[in-house]
């Protein structure tokens, strides 16, 4: 009974190409979260949306557009893919209350734009 | 802005022997702190959280973790090292407020020899 789970695990398109990728939980959290992971292994906040709402938007191309249609759910669209968008792509969810408390992710989205 | 620094991208170490991975935080409150592992082709799992209760810590797999406020660290230990233990480890600090940012350093690859 997955957690945090992302569709596809795996996305290989071509630069111009518009995709999505999907990401559910099941812990009863109120944040989601994306992350972007690159070549390196650096991670960085890309959003965060609480209770449907954006709470945080770092500084990410506008060919993102994260959409939240309820607390559960939180997906990612990238308009005309780039080859510097290729990333792991982690979504992960947590209480926003609680600052203690750690995020729960998700196994990833390998994104290779070609 | 909160932050932490991993000092050391690549450790190496014999099989059976003291793992040790640094984290410096910098934070002008009392941060929250966690530690966590990513297997090759995987995604975070939580190894151990600081959340002032305890300056020692215990996670899984036989890692702990000791914050100490006189030289803001908050190193990984474990006694002995087994080949499983091999993977990426994370640091992170989380902000209070803000949205509660979950902040990465920028990693320490294990590596277990024989």
């Known amino acids: 009974d997955t957690a945090v789970s992302q569709t596809p695990k795996y996305l290989v398109t071509q630069m111009g190409n518009d995709k999505s990728i999907k990401c559910e939980q099941n812990?009863?959290?109120?944040?989601m979260y994306w992350y972007k992971q690159d070549s390196k292994k650096f991670l960085k906040i890309m959003f965060s949306y609480n209770n449907k709402e954006l709470i945080i938007n770092e500084t990410v191309p506008n060919r993102f557009s994260p959409k939240s249609p309820d607390k559960a759910h939180l997906n990612l669209h990238i308009n005309s893919l780039e080859l510097g968008d290729s990333a792991v792509y982690f979504c992960?969810?947590?209480?926003?209350?609680?600052?203690?408390?750690?995020?729960?992710f998700g196994s990833g989205t390998r994104l290779t734009v070609v | 802005a909160q932050s932490v620094t991993q000092l050391g991208s690549h450790v190496s170490v014999s099989e059976g022997a003291l793992v040790l991975l640094r984290c410096n935080y910098s934070?002008?409150?009392?941060?929250?702190l966690f530690w966590y592992v990513q297997y090759p082709n995987q995604g975070l799992q939580l190894l151990l959280k600081y959340t002032s209760a305890a300056t020692l810590v215990k996670g899984i797999n036989g890692f702990e973790a000791e914050f100490k406020k006189s030289e803001t660290s908050f190193h990984l230990t474990k006694p002995s090292a087994h080949m499983s233990d091999a993977a990426e480890y994370f640091c992170a600090v989380r902000s209070r407020g803000g949205g509660n940012k979950l902040t990465f350093g920028t990693g320490t690859q294990l590596k277990v020899e024989l």
């Open positions: 934070s002008s409150v009392p941060p929250y």
């Open positions: 992960a969810s947590s209480h926003s209350g609680d600052s203690n408390y750690g995020y729960t």
């Open positions: 812990l009863g959290h109120d944040t």
